[in-house]
């Protein structure tokens, strides 16, 4: 299995609809993060977790409310989403405290989510 | 805050041609790490290059290469012999030491031509 994987890859949704993102790495790392990418706009760090434990929440809307079961699974619950949250989801994961000094980010294929 | 900015939104060039793509980056650290990423149309982002802020080597990575210029704040991405599976969104991106919070430019859409 591939590094970070995503899926689904391509989801359409209502506005009142509730669905998940997911996300798994098989890269033994220990932090995992969600961004946004919108078009036309730089990648948005939304979520940030250490270790299963949320460290940075970007001020994202709590209609996205995430999800990190260990330290291998991340989840990005939708609900009540509006139009102008249509973009691609990424997620990545990265060691912590890694001997270069430096926790260089791997990143999942993403999931291109599309508001009704 | 940092800010990172990539002034070319498009560049186009034929296979086998040598291309250098453009950023600079404003930070008031010392310790920091810049990064390039591509994304093909599959979407995957893909790390291409890493460089640490105190070294003075430029890195090199095969066919890519980085011109880092710390004083004039430049991290510029060469790619020698291009293929047509370069063709991509590039993005520059800064990290400070310690930090994970990923600052990414805005990418510059690189075409290879055949």
């Known amino acids: 299995e591939t590094g970070v994987t995503q899926t689904p890859r391509h989801l359409v949704m209502g506005m009142t609809n509730k669905k998940s993102l997911k996300c798994e790495q098989h890269?033994?790392?220990?932090?995992m993060y969600w961004y946004k990418q919108s078009a036309k706009k730089p990648l948005e760090l939304m979520f940030v977790y250490n270790f299963k434990e949320q460290t940075e929440n970007n001020s994202v809307p709590s209609r996205f409310s995430p999800e990190c079961p260990n330290s291998s699974h991340l989840f990005l619950h939708l609900h009540t989403l509006q139009p102008e949250d249509s973009a691609l989801y990424l997620c990545?994961?990265?060691?912590?405290?890694?001997?270069?000094?430096?926790?260089?980010?791997?990143f999942g294929p993403g999931t291109r989510l599309t508001v009704l | 805050a940092q800010t990172v900015t990539q002034s070319q939104p498009e560049m186009s060039v034929q296979e086998a041609e040598t291309v250098t793509l453009s950023c600079t980056y404003d930070t008031s650290e010392n310790n920091y790490y810049l990064f390039w990423y591509k994304q093909p149309p599959s979407r995957q982002m893909i790390l291409v290059i890493r460089?640490?802020?105190?070294?003075?080597q430029n890195a090199t990575e095969n066919r890519f290469s980085v011109n880092f210029q710390k004083a004039a704040k430049s991290f510029s991405l060469k790619i020698s012999d291009s293929q047509l599976g370069d063709t991509a969104m590039y993005f520059c991106a800064f990290m400070k030491q310690g930090a994970q919070k990923l600052v990414f430019g805005q990418g510059t859409r690189l075409t290879i031509n055949p």
């Open positions: 890269l033994g790392h220990n932090a």
């Open positions: 990545a994961s990265s060691p912590l405290g890694a001997t270069s000094g430096v926790n260089t980010q791997y």
């Open positions: 460089q640490e802020a105190y070294k003075q």
